[in-house]
């Protein structure tokens, strides 16, 4: 899927007759993924002559161009700034990921809590690559009176 194929996939939704935000069809994911630490070696912003030389882990690799060729959508999401938008698009193309865009200046030093209106799934990277599996958690949720 192209990043024009995006747009045109989204699905129109409205509210009370007004139109809100489009939603992907059912069973694609748009999958937001961390580089450093997490598709390959972990490279600090202020080291970035090491960003073209990061070692790939292979297994991200295969996972991430298989949920690509599955249709699902693939943005990297990173701490890395704009200026390192070239080095990064030159090993991301080196090593062969397949991938619809990056956004780069992630906040940086974890502790990730997203808020949104969409459905928010996180998952995170523990060394290891592999299809996705079912996991009960307990979550911290807005107290809508739902608990849903």
Aim: with cysteine; net charge negative; glycine share 8%.
């Amino acid at each position: 899927m192209e990043t024009s194929e995006i747009e045109d996939n989204l699905q129109e939704i409205t509210q009370d007759g007004q139109k809100i935000s489009p939603v992907l069809p059912e069973g694609i994911k748009n999958y937001l993924i961390d580089i450093d630490g997490t598709i390959c070696d972990d490279i600090p912003n202020e080291e970035p002559e090491r960003m073209l030389t990061a070692e790939v882990y292979p297994d991200a690799l295969t996972t991430l161009n298989k949920w690509y060729d599955e249709g699902h959508i693939i943005f990297f999401f990173t701490s890395r700034t704009e200026a390192h938008r070239e080095y990064t698009e030159i090993w991301l193309k080196r090593h062969g990921f397949k991938y619809h865009g990056m956004v780069m200046g992630k906040p940086r030093g974890g502790n990730y809590h997203w808020i949104d209106n969409h459905l928010v799934k996180a998952t995170r990277y523990r060394g290891k690559f592999t299809d996705l599996v079912e996991k009960e958690v307990t979550i911290q949720v807005f107290d809508d009176g739902k608990h849903e």
